[in-house]
Nanobody
Framework: VQLQASGGGSVQAGESLRLSCAAS????????MGWYRQLPGKQRELVAS???????TYADSVKDRFTISRDNAGPTVDLQMNRLKPEDTGVYYC?????????WGQGTQVTVSS
């Protein structure tokens, strides 16, 4: 499984960004997909995940601001990030869970200035 992430960038607080991630290769059987992030000086943390059936979960810090969506035809997984805060600044990684292993895309930088 290969994952290609896109989106990210630099915005002002309160603005929005959309991250997208496309899977390729051995994609049959991919279950969970989602996004992690690594904030400066902190460990990588789960931001949001979504199952094949469309059940999503979110970190408390992003609930009501971020929305994860998925297209199983791709498959692709998107993360719509609204009302961004400076504390959302970090590197965001998409992932896919396939046959017991986790696969990762390259990180994409999100920078939110106040």
């Amino acid at each position: 499984v290969q994952l290609q992430a896109s989106g990210g960038g630099s915005v002002q607080a309160g603005e929005s960004l959309r991250l997208s991630c496309a899977a390729s290769g051995s994609i049959f059987g991919i279950n969970d997909m989602g996004w992690y992030r690594q904030l400066p000086g902190k460990q990588r943390e789960l931001v949001a995940s979504i199952t094949f059936a469309g059940i999503s979960t979110y970190a408390d810090s992003v609930k009501d601001r971020f929305t994860i969506s998925r297209d199983n035809a791709g498959p692709t997984v998107d993360l719509q990030m609204n009302r961004l805060k400076p504390e959302d600044t970090g590197v965001y990684y998409c992932y896919a869970h396939w046959l017991g292993d986790d696969f990762w895309g390259q990180g994409t930088q999100v920078t939110v200035s106040s």
